[in-house]
Nanobody, 126 residues
């Protein structure tokens, strides 16, 4: 069993930055890919970013490319999402997730992930 706990969300102004963390327990994550997704009110959950097992490969949704950075520290069993130049449309609950398959590549589909955190709210005021 894997437990994922996100933190770092909050209320910021447009243009500000936030760093989200996802701490895992119950299993070492260093052989799995990890992903971040988000879900805005009334909308479907969408892919944000993914990172492979050693951080050598990352993937981003087009609208986040260049503004968001995913990283991981396997020694701490933690994944991060650095978000810069935040926009009101970035406001959502952000979730981290562990891939079902081994982490040689990145994954972009919800169905590629089997464990999810409870989410952390990011609110961006204009």
């Amino acid at each position: 069993q894997v437990q994922l706990v996100e933190s770092g969300g909050g209320l910021v102004q447009a243009g500000d930055s936030l760093r989200l963390s996802c701490a895992a327990s119950g299993r070492a994550l260093n052989v799995y890919s990890m992903g971040w997704f988000r879900q805005a009110s009334g909308k479907e959950r969408e892919f944000v970013a993914s990172i492979n097992w050693n951080g050598a490969s990352t993937s981003y949704a087009e609208s986040m490319e260049g503004r968001f950075t995913i990283s991981r520290d396997n020694a701490k069993n933690t994944v991060y999402l650095e978000m810069n130049s935040l926009k009101p449309e970035d406001m959502a609950v952000y979730y981290c997730a562990k891939s079902q398959g081994y982490g040689s590549t990145t994954y972009r589909a919800i169905g590629d992930y089997d464990y999810w955190g409870q989410g952390t709210q990011v609110t961006v005021s204009s």
